[in-house]
T-cell receptor, first 112, second 115 residues
């Protein structure tokens, strides 16, 4: 399985943008890039996913490098509620087993 | 509110006892999963089911069994609990209609302590 590399932790100030990086140099052509986050004492929740093009939704934006070997999750204005562990996950299209393979993720702290 | 429910919320269990963790979803999703999360680590897959009537082993299946008699329910059973099974257990589901791009929905988790 293709692996991802993320910083262990990052800090941000409230109301400022946050850029969470993810390296996935061994990504294959059929791997989608998924982001999930886990708030304290809760189950993970879906944030966004993409294949090649940048993606936007109500929660965040996903910027994917042209060679797809890295991506960045962008939170446009961090709030205290965004403090969580963020997981970058590669998921192959059409796989027989649809589970997500979680790494340790990036723990984001947001300061008021 | 539609989603996934898990029961119990938490449980303290004596080693050697049998325990079933319950998971129910009302989204009519095809696929369901059980993960465990140990302190400070990411989630690891225990068992999964792509559709009712089928199950498969994940990364850490030993000591656990599952069944999928219908679409909504996916119970996880520990036949004889051991202390190393102390963990937080998350159930998840996804529609699996889009070849692997579907969002997974997670339950609130069951915190299990085996003494």
């Amino acid at each position: 399985d293709a692996k991802t590399t993320q910083p262990n932790s990052m800090e941000s100030n409230e109301e400022e943008p946050v850029h969470l990086p993810c390296n996935h140099s061994t990504i294959s052509g059929t791997d989608y890039i998924h982001w999930y986050r886990q708030l304290p004492s809760q189950g993970p929740e879906y944030v966004i996913h993409g294949l090649t093009s940048n993606v936007n939704n109500r929660m965040a934006s996903l910027a994917i490098a042209e060679d797809r070997k890295s991506s960045t999750l962008i939170l446009h204005r961090a709030t205290l509620r965004d403090a969580a562990v963020y997981y970058c996950i590669l998921r192959p299209y059409g796989g027989s087993q649809g589970n997500l393979i979680f790494g340790k993720g990036t723990k984001l702290s947001v300061k008021p | 509110i539609a989603g996934i429910t898990q029961a119990p919320t938490s449980q303290i269990l004596a080693a050697g006892r049998r325990m079933t963790l319950r998971c129910t979803q009302d989204m009519r999703h095809n696929a369901m999963y059980w993960y465990r999360q140990d302190l400070g680590l990411g989630l690891r897959l225990i068992h999964y089911s792509n559709t009712a009537g089928t199950t498969g082993k994940g990364e850490v299946p030993d000591g656990y069994s599952v069944s999928r008699a219908n679409t909504d329910d996916f119970p996880l059973t520990l036949a004889s609990a051991v202390p190393s099974q102390t963990s937080v257990y998350f159930c998840a589901s996804s529609a699996e209609l889009a070849g692997g791009t579907d969002e997974q929905f997670f339950g609130p988790g069951t915190r299990l302590t085996v003494l």
